[in-house]
């Protein structure tokens, strides 16, 4: 499959928590984040082209599913960031560090 992606993105694993607009959140962990986007696995089940709200590390912002990878992994875009979030994302994706492994 062809990369589509705008903006790079780095394999990091953090913890993440999932806001839908009701309900308890969902708890999940990423598997790669940039500036556009993150990849991340959850236990409950998340709907393609549904609107979240996310918080990993200080970062926070709104979201989107765009689909399913695999049994457990979700491909989701980022909507709403403000310029903090964004500037931190950035920072967490530097030029020299696209193919490097990383858990916080």
Known sequence: MPELRRAPRVKIEM???L?????T???GKTVDIGPG???VCTARPLATD???RFQLRGIDGQARVLRQRGHDSYAIRFERLGEPALAELQRLVPA???TSEHRY
């Open 15 to 17: 913890t993440c928590t």
């Open 50 to 52: 549904e609107l979240l």
């Open 37 to 39: 986007g993150m990849c």
């Open 19 to 23: 806001h839908r607009r009701s309900g």
């Open 25 to 27: 959140p969902i708890s």
């Open 96 to 98: 020299t560090a696209r």
